[in-house]
């Protein structure tokens, strides 16, 4: 998303089928363009400055919203990039000259630069396991560094006066206005298209579970970074705008004051959408214009005071409770139509088993938690994996799924090594984990939920949303035998306990896994749904060839479904064999009951 | 010598000043960005003492007080329905620090005010003169560290609190008051925060914004340190150190952006932090 994107007709990018939908917000977006077109007309050449300043803000509104208010990060920095983009026109308007040469290589600095800053600061904030809040720090910091590297630039910088001046731009303030208007309307649409795309829906899923992404084969560092670079480059833009247009540039165009200004017009506008930000910046930036002068101070504290207010009562914002009387705002839905779509071929011989682990031990400190765990499984088989609690079922599990977790040994998936990598490359190679509590995306629809797994299989679109949803056979089997097909539009917080279950085995599935790991499939489930469950594994891997491993207490379902029984005690493999030869062994009964002495029913 | 001093000193006044921070993040994990306004309130505290033409002193536990009582209100009303969302908890905070700013603007004025010292002139130690003031800092911190260690590790309330921070559900299964330890808590981590503010105005000047350059690098302490006062103690001196070693060697500005860089890379390489180091 670099300048070239931005500059494309935003229009031409959004197919006539994706505006349907948001039919109702096309008078407020043409209300919006009007305002641009007949400004110079309406308004006094005052409140043009005000207003093509307020543009220039907007637009940098708009990517902290993409990052904090759709993808969940929640940022301080976004000023820094503003500043670097003005900061760039400053320099080499003030330095170089204005030339076109100038321009040119002011607005690629302002890009330049301001994307190289990301990349680091991506790289320092989001990496395996890091905590949100430590990206928020990170992102306090970054404006923090830049306005004192900008003051100790002496001269050249302008220090803390920053630089005033230099040669810009020859534009009337209309032209100016229709500058600022358009690159505002082209960042806001460009946002809105890619936001309701269906790759724009990845953010989404990423704000609402973090985890369940890298286990869908997301890698979420990744898509944070790049999306860090280029709201970060969009910033730059709208910063050199501001520079080029203002003739004057200060380190506090880059503070971190003006980064939490950004973060309060977003939350009084509304996050999560995009007409609460804009509107919120262009407003505030407005009325702080008249009112500051007339109340310097009570202005701040009335701001300051609506902030407070909004974060504790109304976390959406001002404006959707607005728009709202209207019919505005409220998501639509389109329904996805459901197809069938052939499974890829198996890319290794078939005879490599599924997985392979090799003397794989978990310590916690001096805690040995798995000791010595050989296990293979092949296509085609079911592994019932039992043992008392705390016997380490769910650690070995987890030591299959995340290259990280283990102590030593090695795994093999499907023939790859998975030596120290990420969930997210153990699931590129074969694997599907379903967790023990239903781990999925509350606020997406049950659709938007079995689309985020199809990422890794079929790209998402950037710019487009699809109308059909294309899953493999056994996924589908699993939405039609729980009834879920038709409640692809439900939001999947609304969905019952069982429903919730199916859908996360069901997304699972649309991975097109070779290996399905299980982790108490079965727990809180009815009878019914406990028999349509049974019976969608045992195709699974009977019909489909797929590996399954389950871990699982109730061993009648066990028993009805497994080719074979893995038993682990106390962090070891002590017996695999079939139902009958596990059940009947002494070994068996005393790990269940405590001694052999006392046989009773494993069961 | 006097480089050694510097850094004593520095280290303490870090600590002074994220003490009050610490018992907020470390038990509830709340970031409490309002943090930087409490300073500044500490800092007109011993102002309006300097004003009332009172025994400079009296600004400790007048700020003290000052900052338990605001506190109380901002737990009860702002902090308390945002335990479940601690982000939004962190803006409401900082725009709370806004508010207060603000208001102390509107009461005081935009202009630098100065407040007197409690102790004034220079100790003679080890053959250098060096501001007394700035000594007395040293101990104030290792006391501000042992009391609050003593606190949380020695009393029945430290017991409680520490069970909170461990798992609350449990704790208040157990019949702990949760809600009332985290009350407490938060009010004592803002009295901390404004006595801070005063402790610190000898040696800077009172302004509306003299508490936001403390803030970030409170914070990232905290960040690094973990949940002990010890370490908190620790990390201040291993921080301070190289923050005054750079404005030394290098120049202030670096100086002054060392701490938030280098804790920034910490966090990265161990995002644990020094916890348990």
């Known amino acids: 998303m670099a300048d070239a994107t931005l500059l494309r007709n935003p229009a031409a990018s959004a197919t006539p089928r994706a505006m349907n939908p948001a039919r109702r917000m096309l008078p407020l977006g043409l209300i919006g363009v009007a305002l641009v077109v007949v400004g110079p007309w309406i308004f006094d050449s005052y409140v043009l400055n005000i207003l093509i300043k307020a543009f220039f803000f907007a637009v940098t509104a708009i990517t902290v919203d993409v990052l904090w208010g759709y993808t969940g990060y929640l940022t301080f920095g976004q000023s820094a990039f503003f500043g670097m983009g003005a900061y760039a026109a400053g320099l080499v308007f003030t330095h170089y000259g204005f030339s076109s040469g100038g321009v040119a290589l002011a607005l690629g600095l302002a890009v330049v630069v301001a994307m190289a800053v990301a990349a680091l600061v991506g790289w320092l904030s989001f990496y395996r396991g890091a905590s949100p809040f430590f990206a928020t720090v990170i992102s306090l910091v970054l404006p923090i560094v830049i306005s004192q590297l900008l003051l100790s630039g002496g001269q050249w910088t302008g220090s803390s006066s920053g630089l005033t001046g230099y040669e810009t731009f020859d534009f009337s303030l209309e032209v100016w206005y229709w500058i600022a208007g358009a690159l505002v309307i082209a960042v806001a649409a460009l946002a809105w298209v890619m936001l309701r795309s269906d790759a724009g829906r990845v953010l989404a899923s990423i704000r609402d579970n973090e985890s369940r992404c890298s286990y869908l084969g997301i890698n979420v560092p990744l898509v944070k970074i790049g999306l860090l670079i280029a709201t970060a480059a969009v910033a730059g833009i709208a910063g050199f705008g501001y520079g080029a247009f203002s003739g004057v540039v200060a380190p506090e165009l880059t503070g971190f004051v003006l980064g939490t200004e950004l973060i309060i017009w977003v939350a009084l506008g509304g996050r999560g959408t995009l007409w609460g930000p804009l509107i919120g910046a262009i407003l505030i930036n407005v009325a702080t214009a008249y009112l500051s002068s007339r109340m310097p101070f009570a202005w701040q504290l009335i701001l300051g005071t609506a902030f407070v207010l909004v974060i504790v009562l109304l976390p959406k914002g001002l404006v959707p409770l607005l728009l709202k009387p209207f019919g505005l705002g409220a998501q639509t839905r389109t329904a996805a139509e459901l197809v069938e779509r052939p499974v890829r071929p198996a890319a290794q011989a078939v005879d490599t088993p599924a997985l392979v682990m090799k003397d794989v031990t978990k310590r916690y400190g001096s805690l040995k938690v798995l000791q010595g765990i050989d296990l293979t499984a092949h296509a085609g088989q079911l592994v019932g994996l039992i043992g008392p609690n705390g016997a380490g079922k769910t650690t070995l599990m987890r030591c299959m799924s995340d290259g990280a977790d283990r102590t030593s040994g090695t795994v093999h998936l499907c023939g790859n090594d998975i030596r120290r990598r990420p969930a997210e490359d153990c699931v590129r190679f074969g694997l599907g984990r379903k967790f023990q509590n239903a781990n999925i995306f509350e606020s997406l629809t049950v659709a938007e939920c079995l689309r985020m797994a199809s990422t890794i299989i079929e790209r998402p679109s950037l710019f487009r949303k699809k109308r059909t949803l294309a899953l493999p056979p056994y996924a589908l089997d699993v939405l039609r035998a729980t009834a879920l097909d038709a409640k692809l539009d439900a939001v999947a917080r609304d969905l019952s306990h069982g429903e919730q279950q199916a859908l996360e085995l069901a997304m699972v599935l649309a991975l097109e896994p070779r290996i399905v790991l299980l982790d108490e499939p079965t727990a809180g489930l009815t009878k019914t749904e406990r028999t349509q469950i049974g019976g969608v594994l045992s195709a699974l891997a009977h019909r489909y060839g797929l590996c399954c491993l389950l871990v699982e207490h109730d061993l009648d379902f066990v028993e009805e479904i497994a080719t074979r029984i893995v038993v682990l005690h106390q962090g070891t493999i002590v017996m695999q064999g079939s139902f009958q030869e596990v059940v009947n062994s002494d070994l068996v009964k005393t790990i269940y009951a405590g001694s052999a002495h006392t046989p009773q029913e494993a069961a | 010598m006097v480089l050694l001093l510097d850094l004593l000193t520095t280290a303490s006044m870090l600590f002074v000043v994220t003490a009050g921070l610490m018992m907020i993040f470390g038990v509830m994990k709340i970031v409490n960005f309002a943090h930087g306004a409490l300073l500044t309130m500490g800092g007109y505290a011993a102002f309006v003492v300097t004003q009332l033409q009172l025994s400079p002193w009296l600004s400790w536990p007048l700020a003290f007080a000052t900052g338990v009582v605001v506190g109380a209100a901002v737990e009860y009303f702002i902090v308390r329905p ?120 000898p040696l800077s000047s009172v302004d509306p914004g003299m508490g936001l350059p403390w803030l970030v690098s409170a914070f990232m302490l905290v ?55």
Not at chain 2, 105 to 130: H, N
């Open chain 2, 223 to 277: 960040m690094v340190s973990g949940h002990s006062m010890l370490s908190l103690m620790l990390t201040c001196l291993v921080f301070g150190t190289c923050q005054v070693l750079v404005s030394t060697y290098a120049s202030p500005v670096l100086g002054g952006m060392t701490l938030a860089l280098l804790a920034a890379l910490t966090l990265r390489i161990r995002p644990e932090g020094f916890a348990r180091g």
């Open chain 2, 82 to 201: 945002l335990y479940k969302r601690p982000l939004d908890a962190i803006l409401a905070t900082w725009g709370l620090g806004i508010v207060i700013g603000q208001l102390i603007v509107m009461a005081f004025g935009r202009e630098v005010k100065f407040a007197d010292t409690p102790l004034q002139g220079t100790w003679a130690i080890l053959g250098v003169d060096y501001s007394a003031y700035r000594l007395l800092l040293i101990p104030v911190a290792f006391g501000l560290c042992a009391l609050l260690s003593g606190l949380l590790n020695g009393t029945r309330f430290g017991v409680k609190t520490r069970a909170v921070i461990m798992n609350e559900e449990l704790a208040s299964g157990l019949g702990i008051h949760s809600g009332r330890i985290r009350f407490i808590t938060f009010s004592l981590g803002a009295g901390l925060g404004t006595l801070a503010g005063t402790l610190i105005t």
